[in-house]
């Protein structure tokens, strides 16, 4: 079984339970396969970053393995504006955040309520430029552990979403994303839009965030916001203090 996901923001929870912790989201039009089913929780495998985690039976539309598919294999068309709304000529509308996909929009048979949407949107590759251009869209969005949208988000969430909507696929966890690209040998070697990524005190990565020019980094911590980046981590210039340890920068380019 397959499904898609036609509201705005659903929480993806680590167990099958409303107390359980939420890991992600899927923001609307995100697909996936249903690998188990019980009670009122389907778990999920999603097709963008393969990520697994439990929602609400209610909370989805099912898809056939050919409609699953067709999505799939197609571009992916993704909104650029803050929210957008979709709507139809039954007066139904549901707002949709930054990063929401509108491909199966042009699929009749997967849009059953025949939504239009006539916001901004992308599809494709953009240039490394972009990246940063992108991330200041998320500023000051408030820190959500396993948030994914502009009214909440984690570390590598807000680096995922920044790369998706430049046409570029990141893991979902910061551990996970530590494992792609390059790794520059200096600090001086990096430009805007690499990522950099730091470890706790046992070594193990638990944060990321996106280089920018003149040794900067935005990332999301408390929000999304801007500090210094130096040899030694994340300086906050607020509280006079490293806040992160340097562990690697990467090039996914």
């Given amino acids: ?103 199966f929009l042009d699929q009749e048979a997967i849009n059953r309520k025949n939504f239009i949407f006539e916001g901004a949107k992308t599809c494709g590759v953009k240039a490394k430029t972009e990246i940063a251009k992108t991330a200041f869209m998320y500023l000051n969005t408030p820190y959500l552990w396993g948030g994914k949208s502009p009214f909440g988000i984690d570390c590598s969430g807000f680096t995922q979403m920044v790369y998706k909507l430049n046409g570029y696929t990141l893991f979902r966890d910061a551990s996970q994303q530590a494992t792609q690209g390059e ?39 408390g929000k999304v916001r801007i500090d210094r980046l130096d040899h030694l981590g994340i300086y906050n210039a607020e509280t006079n203090k490293h806040t992160h340890k340097l562990r690697v920068i990467k090039r996914i380019m």
């Fill in 1 to 103: 079984m397959f499904g898609i996901c036609n509201l705005a923001i659903v929480p993806v929870r680590l167990e099958p339970s409303d107390k359980s912790e939420q890991v992600t989201q899927l923001l609307f039009g995100e697909s996936f396969a249903i690998i188990e089913q019980i009670e009122k929780w389907v778990k999920i495998k999603i097709s963008f970053d393969d990520y697994v985690g439990w929602i609400d039976k209610k909370q989805f539309q099912e898809l056939s393995e050919e409609q699953f598919l067709i999505l799939k294999n197609s571009p992916e068309i993704l909104n650029t504006n803050l929210i957008e709304y979709v709507s139809n000529t039954e007066n139904e509308l549901i707002a949709i955040p930054l990063g929401s996909s509108i491909s």
């Fill in 183 to 221: 790794a520059l040998s200096f600090i001086e070697e990096s430009e805007a839009g690499d990522l950099a990524f730091f470890d706790n005190e046992n070594g193990v990565i638990t944060h990321v965030g996106i280089v920018l020019n003149e040794n900067y980094i935005i990332h999301a911590s």
